[in-house]
Nanobody, 124 residues
Framework: QAQLVESGGGLVQAGGSLRLQCAASGDTVSTYAKAWFRQAPGKELEFVAFSSWKGGNIYYSDSVRGRFAIYRDNARNMVYLQMNSLKPEDTAVYYC?????????????????WGRGTQVTVSS
């Protein structure tokens, strides 16, 4: 059974930066595709970023492309989300997800494991 634990969230002013981390435990999960999703208050879960196992395929939602970057360190079982030029609309709980076979990267149903989330709040 794999576990994912997010960290790095917090309160930041608009225009600032944060780096989220996701630590994965469990040997095989290091070879899984990883993604970040977020959920703002009163809204549905939203896809943010995806990375295939070796990082050869990376995708972003239109709302974060050019501002966020996903990268991973498989040797350490870590995946990161660097968030720059943050906006108040980026305020949400951010979740890390891992999937063994992911065909539709933006669908939450493709992922096998989820973390509990980390809160990101961007003040205007």
């Amino acid at each position: 059974q794999a576990q994912l634990v997010e960290s790095g969230g917090g309160l930041v002013q608009a225009g600032g930066s944060l780096r989220l981390q996701c630590a994965a435990s469990g040997d095989t999960v290091s070879t899984y595709a990883k993604a970040w999703f977020r959920q703002a208050p009163g809204k549905e879960l939203e896809f943010v970023a995806f990375s295939s196992w070796k990082g050869g395929n990376i995708y972003y939602s239109d709302s974060v492309r050019g501002r966020f970057a996903i990268y991973r360190d498989n040797a350490r079982n870590m995946v990161y989300l660097q968030m720059n030029s943050l906006k108040p609309e980026d305020t949400a709980v951010y979740y890390c997800a891992a999937g063994q076979i992911v065909n539709t990267y933006y669908s939450e149903n493709e992922y096998d494991y989820w973390g509990r989330g980390t809160q990101v709040t961007v003040s205007s």
